[in-house]
């Protein structure tokens, strides 16, 4: 069976807050987050947001996960920069190539662009991945408020 990626339609709502509620509580993010910032995620998703956008991967209809991109502008690197702000794929479809075709899909699709993302240290899977996938550590400390 064929996987596919396709955009994230309000039909995913009940799903992709599943899917967000378990990776969010898992070790591989810091914050937990709550429904009403997972449902306003979605929301943005799947409405006309030009920062945010939502996409499923699926084999028969059958989930097996879910990214979002949010798009900026990096003057740091003089392009534009998508950061891939979650890429989750359910326990049972990790370690079949899954992951690397979500984000080689994502990085087809904006060419000529700064792709960036966060990881845990712990989370050694998905560190591998991403440097498999081309992507380097940035030796710096990144800040909120």
Do not use: H
């Not at 969010?24 to 810091?30: F, H, R």
């Not at 987050?33 to 991967?57: A, K, Q, R, T």
């Not at 699926?58 to 990096?74: I, L």
């Amino acid at each position: 069976m064929e996987n596919i990626i396709r955009n994230m339609t309000p039909q995913d709502k009940d799903i992709v807050l599943e899917m967000m509620r378990v990776f969010y509580a898992s070790p591989a993010v810091l914050s937990n987050g709550s429904d009403e910032i997972f449902l306003n995620d979605i929301e943005n998703c799947v409405n006309d947001s030009p920062y945010l956008e939502g996409y499923i991967m699926e084999n028969s209809d059958e989930p097996q996960g879910y990214a979002m991109v949010a798009k900026s502008f990096s003057t740091e690197f003089g392009k534009p920069c998508i950061w891939i702000e979650d890429l989750y794929l359910k326990e049972e479809y990790r370690g079949a190539g899954l992951g690397k075709q979500l984000l080689d899909f994502i990085t087809q699709k904006y060419p000529n662009c700064i792709f960036r993302l966060e990881a845990e240290a712990e989370n050694e899977r998905a560190v591998r991945l991403y440097k498999k996938c081309g992507f380097s550590v940035l030796p710096y400390l990144e800040m909120k408020k």
